[in-house]
């Protein structure tokens, strides 16, 4: 069976831009949550998505924003990039919408300059 | 959530047992103890949690304390591919889902 996936694996945008990513849970998991991580941290919480409806929201700004698809993959959009934003962005699904175990993707790694 | 407290770095012999503590002493009774690792490059994976009973599964053994304020994950034969970072996280089973990871323990499993 696939597991997460996520793309692009790589990144390099210049600040002022905007990004989109996108994931594709496993095979029946309907819900997706991102993370970030930044170099030398452990991964923070952004969004969870279940059933296409935002389930719980991190303390990022309004610069970042995902959406569910009825596919239920998912994509997280971030704004006005800034050189902060550079870090690996990982994207993890689960059965439910409150399990804590999840799968997680390889990630994409947003480089800012 | 509790805070959970582990060492920064440990190192282990491949083929022997890996021991990793954490300590809970904050955690509260429908608390449940879950461990997560990441090996470099990759996302986190699921290993195991639980809640006051010891656990197995096919890859750790999780040791919960009688009193709950601490618990050890156990990897029995560690091979060169156990070398992550391991998270001891200590979560509610509320509605929510929402990860917090800490800085977690970095095992070096060494030939």
């Known amino acids: 069976d696939a597991g997460v996936t996520q793309s692009p694996t790589h990144l390099i945008k210049t600040r002022g831009q905007h990004v989109t990513l996108r994931c594709s849970p496993i095979s029946g998991h309907k819900s997706v949550s991102w993370y970030q991580q930044v170099l030398g941290q452990g991964p923070q919480f952004i969004f969870q998505y279940y059933e296409k409806e935002e389930r719980g929201r991190g303390n990022f700004p309004d610069r970042f924003s995902a959406r569910q698809f009825p596919n239920y993959s998912s994509e997280l959009n971030v704004n006005a990039l800034l050189l902060g934003d550079s870090a690996l962005y990982l994207c993890a699904s689960s059965l439910l919408g409150s399990s804590y175990e999840q799968y997680f993707g390889p990630g994409t790694r947003l480089t800012v300059t | 959530d509790a805070k959970t407290t582990q060492p920064t770095s440990m190192d282990c012999a491949e083929g022997r047992a890996a021991n990793l503590p954490c300590n809970h002493s904050t955690i509260s009774g429908n608390e449940y103890v879950y461990w997560y690792r990441q090996i470099h490059s990759q996302g986190p994976q699921y290993i195991i949690h639980?809640?006051?009973n010891n656990e197995t599964n096919e890859m750790a053994s999780l040791i919960i304390t009688e009193d709950r304020k601490s618990s050890t994950l156990i990897l029995p034969h560690a091979t060169l591919r156990d070398t992550a970072v391991y998270y001891c996280?200590?979560?509610?089973?509320?509605?929510?889902?929402?990860?917090?990871f800490g800085g977690g323990t970095r095992l070096m499993v060494k030939p």
């Open positions: 639980g809640l006051k």
């Open positions: 996280i200590v979560l509610s089973n509320n509605a929510g889902n929402m990860l917090t």
